[in-house]
């Protein structure tokens, strides 16, 4: 018998999160925790998060390429919260003492111009609601042990949010084809991975879409204002403490991200 319910795991994974601590998936003794309880759990964190005094400051996707598809053997893409207390500011160190295992990833990012309400909305209406197109990196940290989950329990941990960084250059969408936008992802100067903006549902706009659709269901629209990450690229890349890991892209300019101090966990 599970004594889990939404509220109980709401605050564990919170709590785990203020604590660095990692966990089994709530699914290993609550198969019920389905996408759909997921997001439950995941708005009342939200909820929490805003209590404590954050900021909402936009929404990431998860799960928008094949890439990070196949490595998390989820076959489904995500919707899930950004606050202020995730913004990591260009040429800071990772935050490590606030993390358990983050990895790195590359992003394409919008900045919002227009309100975007769904249903129905096309990756063409979701790109006009585009103000700018920024390249970026996510620092993803999963609440569980050694990034193990199913589709409810990552959408219940915020799809393993941690921070993210926004790079330096903004270009207007209408000048820029996405799907072409290239990014070569290289760790301590070595090239490891690389893709396109086609990666990203065949377009990072189509992401855009799925997300504006989606929160429609849960009855919120995306806010003129707010940033949007489309979704890893490639795989994430480990980050550990005296590491960096530079995202170059062809037109949005590079994401440099460096690890943080050592820290044990406790
Ligand atoms: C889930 C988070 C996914 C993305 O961009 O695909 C995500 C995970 O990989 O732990 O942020
Ligand atoms: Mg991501």
Known sequence: MTTWDVAGVAEELLRCEDERRDRAPFTDEWPELDLDT??????????????????????????TSRAKQERMNVNVPLVAWLTDA?????????????????RVEPEIVFVMGDRLEGPGVTAATAMAAVSI????????????RDFRFTAGDVVADNASSGAYVTGPVGVPP???????????????????????????????GEALALAANELAR?????????????????????????????????????????????????
């Open 174 to 204: 209408s000048e820029l084809d996405l799907s072409l936008e290239a990014v070569l992802v290289e760790v301590d100067g070595q090239v490891v991975d690389s893709a396109t903006g086609a990666a990203v549902l065949g377009h990072p």
């Open 133 to 144: 197109v920024l390249g970026g990196a996510e620092v993803i940290d999963s609440r569980y």
């Open 38 to 63: 997921g997001y439950t759990i995941q708005d009342l964190t939200l909820e929490k998060r805003l209590a404590r005094g954050e900021t909402l400051v936009g929404v990431k996707l998860g799960l």
């Open 86 to 102: 995730m913004v990591l500011p260009a040429g800071e160190r990772v935050p490590q003492e606030q993390l358990i295992h983050p």
């Open 218 to 266: 849960r009855g919120r629209v995306i806010e003129p204002g707010w940033v949007v990450l489309t979704g890893g690229m490639t795989d994430a890349v480990p980050i550990p403490p005296g590491s960096s890991v530079a995202m170059h892209f062809t037109n949005l300019g590079s994401v440099h991200v460096r690890g943080g101090e050592v820290q044990p966990c406790p």
